[in-house]
Nanobody, 115 residues
């Protein structure tokens, strides 16, 4: 069992930056693949970025070059650094932990990009 708590969301102007954090507890964090997903109003949840237990990363085309996912296994935390934010990045961002067939989700954090 894994508990995930996101933080770092908020309101930012276009072109600005935010860093999301996801703190994990309850299991061996380092063995899980971690990911960030987002869901905008009226849209399906979509993957933003993932990082494997070995540190390999992948990104949605829409965020490549602007977002960076990282993890600190000593702190049981995964991060999403978001730069050059656009209004279309506005969504609730969710942290995910994945191991074999199990998925765990955080409660989500709102990111709003608006002037």
């Amino acid at each position: 069992q894994v508990q995930l708590v996101e933080s770092g969301g908020g309101l930012v102007q276009p072109g600005g930056s935010l860093r999301l954090s996801c703190a994990a507890s309850g299991s061996i964090f380092s063995i899980y693949a971690m990911g960030w997903y987002r869901q905008a109003p009226g849209k399906q949840r979509e993957v933003v970025a993932t990082i494997t237990s070995g540190g390999s990363t992948s990104y949605a085309d829409s965020v490549k070059g602007r977002f960076t996912i990282s993890r600190d296994n000593a702190k049981n935390t995964v991060y999403l650094q978001m730069n050059s934010l656009k209004p279309e990045d506005t969504a609730v961002y969710y942290c995910n932990a994945h191991l074999r067939v199990k998925d765990y989700w955080g409660q989500g954090t709102q990111v709003t990009v608006s002037s």
